[in-house]
């Protein structure tokens, strides 16, 4: 499989929106299933959001369900995340996925992004 690049992380305030961005190379981006996660300081990593081949199915965790949006550009071969309404509780490093099946686990990606640092203030 190809490599994952996150970005658009940095610091937002409480209340605030950010996008994230995840560009794939190297692979053919369209059969994968993408998603996101993320790992807060002294936290086990959280899965946050998956999205299938075309872009017409997601899922969320119930942490993140209708503050964030996962979509995605396969003419562009990226991935995004539209995150609304932010918490304190979403600082984190968010990393991006693949993965060759339907999965709403960790466990079921199989290449992984260097993550990205997102901070909120309260």
Sequence with gaps: ????????????????????????SGQSFHNYF?????????????FIAVINLNGDWTYYADSVRGRFTISRDNTKKTMYLQMSNMKPEDTA????????HATTTLTGFNNWG?????????
Aim: glycine share 16%.
């Design 1 to 24: 499989q190809g490599q994952l690049v996150e970005s658009g992380g940095g610091l937002v305030q409480a209340g605030g929106s950010l996008r994230l961005s995840c560009a794939a």
């Design 34 to 46: 993408m998603g996101w996660s993320r790992q807060a300081p002294g936290k086990e990593r959280e």
């Design 93 to 100: 490093v968010y990393y991006c996925a693949s993965s060759p």
């Design 114 to 122: 260097q993550g990205t640092q997102v901070t909120v203030s309260s």
